[in-house]
Structures are given as C-alpha cells and as structure tokens.
C-alpha cells in the first residue's frame, strides 16, 4: 500500500471518501493532512496549504470545505495506535508514531506531564490536532547525487522542511545498501518503517537497521559492533550527536546526514555542521528545494 493509501484509510469513511475522489494530479502533491477539531481538513502541498471539498476537490477557500468533527479526531487517533494506547506509551510522550507505510502521524493536545519531573511528557490527552504527514518511495531520485559523487562519499542533504529530505536519504540508503555496508539510524523510524521487526521501505540488502535508538547512541553502537562502511542518519544538532558523528568519521566510516537549512552558506552558520565541515567530514552537498528538485554541490 503507498503512502497516500495508507494515509486515508486512517481517517473516517466519510472523509476517506473525498479523498479517494482526488485526482491523481492532486494526490502527488499532497505531502499532510491535518485534521483540527472543529476546524476545516487542510493538506499541505507543494503548493501551499489547501482544503479537500466533500466532491474531492482541492481549494484555497475553506467556505465549502470539509470540517473535523470528534469522531473525526477520535477515530483517525485510535487507528494510528492500533486501538491499544498502553502499547505505545513512548509514541504517545513523544507526540507521534510511524505507522506501518512510514506515514508519520502527529498528535497535538493536553500534555500531562510527570508529576515528580515537570520537563517529562507522560502522555497526551484531549487530542486537538492530527497531522498525518505522507511518505513516499521515491526510486531513483538519489542516483543523479550517487552517480555524481562516486560513491561512498560524505554527503550533506539540506533542506527546508518538505523539501524531500527524508525521501533522497531513503533512496541514497536503498542504493548505497546494495553495494556497502550501511548502519541505518533511524530514531523515528522515517526512513525505513520498520513495522514488527521488517522494513517496509527499499533500503538495500546490506543495511542494518538502529530503529528508535537515539541518534548519538545508535552511531556509536553501530561502529562498534556493524563495522559500518557507511552511517546514515537524519537531522543532526546536538553536541551529542557531534561527537559521535566524529567518533565514526575518526573511525573511518563515511557519513551521510542531513540537516534542516535553505543553503550550504545556511547550513554552515550552524556549530555544529561547521564542524563536521572543518573536519572534511561532507565532500558533497545536496540543496532541496520546495519542487522536490535538489542542485549538487562540490565541497572543496
């Protein structure tokens, strides 16, 4: 099932029956859907934010739009944690879940926090907002930035968010991970969807999979017993993460990340990437933009 599919069978029939209308055109450039109790149903799209008609139509004006209910909200909520919440008390504190297509759906409510520890999120109650963010497969949007870095090379992805970022680590993970030993950190579990133990996602026959680690753990835990060619992980900014990113590098592994900037010159003013790029770590950048197009820049 792709990720549109999966996305609508989380919601309602009423709802999902709109957007079964979409058209193909439409539908490809949908990458959220955001239920808002009480509130018109938007998408996110390459175009900007829009409404779905109960025809199954795509507008920019909420007048005749569909609205949520607390069915709506109630319903798509339940579904996404399988009807069994105690399951997924992390998921829940955290305010997501991956689910089985690598959709990720976010929550947003009442937090009730731990009563000895204010700073630590027990759980959510009162769900308000629902974003069901859409991920897609896409095959052979890496191998234009492969072939140009003759591979395995350090590789800087940068982009703003729903630019793609997620998508082109995905498919650099499928190609890499058919030719050399990838440690695959996936503390969201994003890029593989991994679900009961499997990956849902192409992401090559030699990847080994860090799914929920925290990213400075996971890095250090896959040098040490994976014997990595290469580390994949996404959205690098803690100090952590720094040193254990140095700490493959150091160890010989190349890397490949990503980080959320409009440029290179951006993503540079940033600590902590200023130094992965003072230690050499990146020798090629790939820039997204909003299309979904990305331009390859040699790191000198």
Not at 3 to 22: D, H
Not at 95 to 114: D, E, M
Not at 189 to 205: K, L, M, P, V, W
Request: aromatic share 6%.
């Amino acid at each position: 099932m792709n990720g549109f599919k999966s996305a609508i069978e989380l919601l309602q029939p009423r709802l999902r029956t709109s957007f079964e209308k979409l058209s193909a055109t439409d539908i490809d450039t949908i990458n959220e859907i955001r239920l808002r109790l009480g509130r018109h149903i938007s998408v996110s799209t390459i175009n900007g934010n829009r409404f779905i008609t109960e025809i199954g139509e795509l507008t920019d004006d909420s007048t005749f739009s569909l609205m949520t209910d607390p069915s709506d909200i109630e319903y798509t909520f339940k579904n996404a944690f399988s009807y069994s919440l105690h399951s997924y008390s992390k998921e829940l504190s955290m305010g997501y879940i991956t689910v089985g297509s690598g959709n990720r759906v976010g929550i947003c409510g009442t937090v009730v926090t731990n009563a000895s520890d204010l700073r630590t999120v027990e759980t959510i109650k009162y769900v308000s907002s629902i974003n069901i963010r859409i991920a897609r497969e896409k095959r052979g949007f890496a191998e234009k930035l492969i072939n140009r870095c003759q591979e395995p090379a350090g590789i800087l992805i940068i982009g703003a968010p729903a630019t793609g970022k997620t998508t082109l680590l995905r498919d650099t993970t499928r190609i890499l991970g058919s030719r050399y030993r990838v440690s695959l950190i996936d503390e969201q579990n994003e890029i593989s969807a991994t679900h009961r133990d499997i990956a849902q996602n192409d992401i090559g026959e030699l990847t080994d999979i860090f799914v929920g680690y925290p990213k400075h753990i996971g890095i250090s835990t896959a040098v040490r017993v994976m014997s990595p060619d290469v580390i994949v992980v996404d959205e690098i900014g803690s100090d952590e993460e720094l040193k254990a990113l140095e700490f493959a590098l150091h160890s010989g592994v190349t890397l490949i990340t990503a980080v959320h900037s409009e440029s290179l010159e951006e993503a540079g003013n940033k600590r902590i990437v200023r130094n992965l790029l003072q230690e050499n770590a990146f020798q090629y950048a790939a820039v997204l933009n909003k299309n979904y197009e990305y331009e390859i820049i040699k790191i000198d």
